[in-house]
């Protein structure tokens, strides 16, 4: 949250950032950045921001979104929900969301993990708030280049992607990142 990311600018040479990709949670990570630069007297350029996302391949966007939320909203009930913009009418849904996030043998042993993540976000009347601020960096290879680009405007250059599924998913993710979405970007 706001409060980890201005600690990390005022101690850290860097941080990687999962805090909601909507672009009030930007401006809001940026400002805390900016504040925790301000605070210990150092230059943004001393410091490095790594935005951290999911990447899902699919034949469509619309497919994509049947199969995954796009990232892992478990980061907003870690700790306190002051600062990350959850709106009062979501948080006991949010909380219910994320109960057993921690639970290796109810959510990380479960390849279908995102797909159920979809479903449960739905019956908890989540999902389209937490699409809103999903990095939405799925679909097509030419749609995640697109998004990409989209964020490289904004001066959003550098990023860790969360690569999930099985390991032979992975390397078929990696493959399709190198080969056909690296090429497309400027």
């Not at 350029?45 to 990447?55: C, K, M, P, T």
Request: net charge negative; hydrophobic share 45%.
């Amino acid at each position: 949250g706001p409060r980890t990311l201005q600690m990390a600018a005022e101690v850290a040479d860097g941080v990687i950032a999962f805090v909601g990709f909507a672009d009030d949670d930007i401006v809001r990570a940026k400002r805390s950045i900016a504040e925790g630069l301000a605070a210990a007297g150092r230059a943004a350029e001393d410091f490095e921001v790594w935005w951290n996302a999911q990447i899902f391949f699919a034949s469509s966007i619309e497919e994509a979104m049947k199969n995954t939320l796009g990232w892992s909203p478990q980061w907003l009930t870690a700790g306190t929900l002051a600062g990350k913009a959850v709106p009062e009418e979501y948080r006991e849904a949010l909380y219910e969301m994320n109960a057993d996030t921690h639970d290796v043998g109810a959510v990380y042993k479960t390849l279908d993990r995102q797909r159920l993540l979809v479903e449960r976000a739905k019956q908890l009347g989540l999902y389209d708030w937490l699409i809103s601020r999903s990095p939405q960096l799925w679909g097509t290879p030419q749609d995640v280049a697109t998004r990409l680009e989209s964020y490289f405007d904004a001066g959003m250059t550098n990023w860790t992607i969360f690569v999930g599924g099985t390991e032979e998913d992975r390397f078929e993710f990696i493959d399709t990142l190198a080969s056909d979405v690296v090429p497309r970007l400027g």
